[in-house]
């Protein structure tokens, strides 16, 4: 079983939320149909970055540390490309 780590991107405030799941398919479609509280006044909201893990420890740990300050750097970095084309 894998865990990701995910990070999605309101199409309404151009936000990012970052999450992790066992199912990432079924997690976006709970966030679009608004059953998430943290996402519910931010849809509709697109999937922009993932990762996996082996087991949920990892994918915790990961999850905690992309929320940091550095975290956020290091996303901004790894999608250069993605926020300024």
Not at 20 to 44: F, M, Q
Request: net charge positive; charged share 30%.
């Amino acid at each position: 079983m894998y865990f990701y780590i995910y990070i999605l991107q309101s199409e309404k405030d151009n936000q990012f939320y970052t999450g992790y799941t066992k199912n990432l398919k079924e997690r976006l479609e709970k966030h679009n149909a608004g059953k998430v509280d943290s996402t519910r006044n931010r849809i509709p909201l697109k999937l922009v970055y993932f990762e996996g893990c082996l087991n949920q420890q990892d994918a915790t740990h990961r999850e905690k540390y992309l929320k940091t300050s550095w975290g956020k750097r290091y996303i901004k970095e790894r999608m250069k490309n993605y926020l300024t084309g």
